[in-house]
């Protein structure tokens, strides 16, 4: 056994346990870095054929392992665009300009001043827009999540329903269409043309006509700005007898055409209208808005971010991407708590959460560090005794050296 390789194999035990150190530092150092994954230090041995009587040292050598993996606990927090796994799969995200693309499971999204969501380590959150499914072996051809592209966007009105009317049949018959001139009843609705402005509609209203077993009204819509007649009137006929209870006879329309100016045509479904001895009534509800700026921003289990107007109103903006690979303990750790794809650990597959064996996404919440603490000191205390154990054999060959030097003089 030569004296050169006790110090040698010393040096290495001493250089193996400052690499395991260096591990059990850079985990303490983020126990409570968002999705962090810890480090290990793995050791195995090298070992030099010695002959019968002579015994050559090795070394040790060591392999850094990354528990990709193993999930952290789930905090919960108080913002919707915090987000984890929960199970397998990783968050797909890019840098700024989307042209290098990484696996996360550090989900702590806020919007940027242009609505995009980013990480607390710089990297934007991908998708794609819309309510969509997802299936693609690559991480490039998606999107940056942003979440303010759809505010302050008018929605035209098309449809609306009468909840609930009653027409009166005392009223006295009127000859000729209503209008603002002669007409028995009146009401009016609020539609939105194309630009988000409202537009009230007067309806007027006419008994036109009575007889055995029917009654008959004619419906004209007006624009209450302008006094300007939209469309044709309609015209209802009331079942009158005791089966119809003053409800629209079969044969008559139950909508009316509306063509909004600078807008679509609403539909007014007038299928609960009646005619009954009582007061007359009308109310009715139209969709569409006025422009509208995000009130909130949800995200489901299935990873689809939907905005809630200030007005009520939902509207589908991403489908968040979820990917995978075959090995992910064996991806390629990169700076921002990000990961990169190798040989070892297989292509990505990206698909949306829940499916294809993928974990669904919890809102509000977010994935810890999986470091323990208390394992990680020990295996600081593991790896001081180990460092300090061969550094006293590295000094005890040095000391017989200097024996072997001092045996002439």
Not at 288 to 293: D, E, I, K, L, M
Request: proline share 3%; glycine share 10%; net charge negative.
């Amino acid at each position: 056994m030569s004296l050169y390789g006790v110090m040698r194999t010393g040096v290495s035990g001493m250089a193996a346990q400052s690499n395991k150190l260096s591990t059990v530092s850079d985990n303490i150092a983020n126990v409570n870095t968002t999705g962090y994954k810890r480090a290990s230090t793995e050791f195995s041995s090298l070992i030099l054929k010695s002959g019968s009587g002579n015994y050559d040292s090795g070394a040790v050598e060591t392999t850094v392992r990354y528990a990709i993996s193993d999930a952290g606990h789930t905090q919960f927090t108080t913002s919707t665009t915090d987000i984890s796994i929960q199970g397998n799969g990783f968050f797909v995200v890019s840098n700024a300009n989307n042209t290098q693309q990484f696996m996360t499971r550090a989900g702590s999204f806020v919007p940027d001043a242009q609505g995009n969501l980013v990480n607390a380590a710089g990297y934007y959150l991908l998708g794609k827009p819309g309510k969509v499914d997802i299936s693609q072996n690559t991480l490039g051809g998606l999107q940056i999540v942003n979440i303010a592209q759809v505010s302050q966007q008018p929605v035209a009105s098309t449809a609306g329903t009468l909840t609930t009317g009653n027409l009166d049949p005392k009223a006295a018959i009127i000859a000729g269409p209503p209008g603002p001139a002669s007409y028995s009843s009146k009401s009016s609705i609020v539609a939105y043309d194309n630009i988000g402005r409202a537009v009230t509609v007067d309806l007027y209203m006419s008994h036109t006509a009575t007889a055995a077993g029917s009654d008959t009204w004619q419906i004209q819509a007006y624009d209450s700005a302008t006094g300007t007649a939209l469309g044709a009137a309609g015209t209802y006929t009331f079942d009158t007898t005791t089966a119809g209870k003053g409800a629209l006879a079969a044969a008559s329309p139950t909508t009316l055409a509306i063509p909004v100016i600078n807008g679509a045509t609403v539909t007014l479904n007038l299928s609960n209208l009646t005619q009954a001895g009582t007061d007359f009534s009308f109310k009715a509800t139209v969709n569409g808005s006025v422009p509208s700026a995000i009130d909130k921003v949800n995200i489901d289990e299935n990873g689809y971010v939907t905005a809630v107007l200030k007005n009520g109103q939902t509207l589908n903006l991403f489908t968040i991407a979820v990917a995978d690979v075959a090995s992910p303990d064996n991806l390629t750790p990169e700076p921002g708590n990000v990961y990169s794809t190798n040989l070892n650990s297989g292509n990505a597959e990206v698909s949306n959460a829940g499916r294809a064996g993928l974990g669904t996404v919890q809102s509000g919440s977010l994935e810890d560090s999986n470091v323990d603490l208390a394992d990680e000191l020990t295996g600081m205390i593991e790896a001081q005794r180990g460092f300090t154990a061969n550094s006293k054999s590295f000094q005890t060959g040095a000391d017989l050296l200097d024996v072997v030097v001092n045996l002439k003089r």
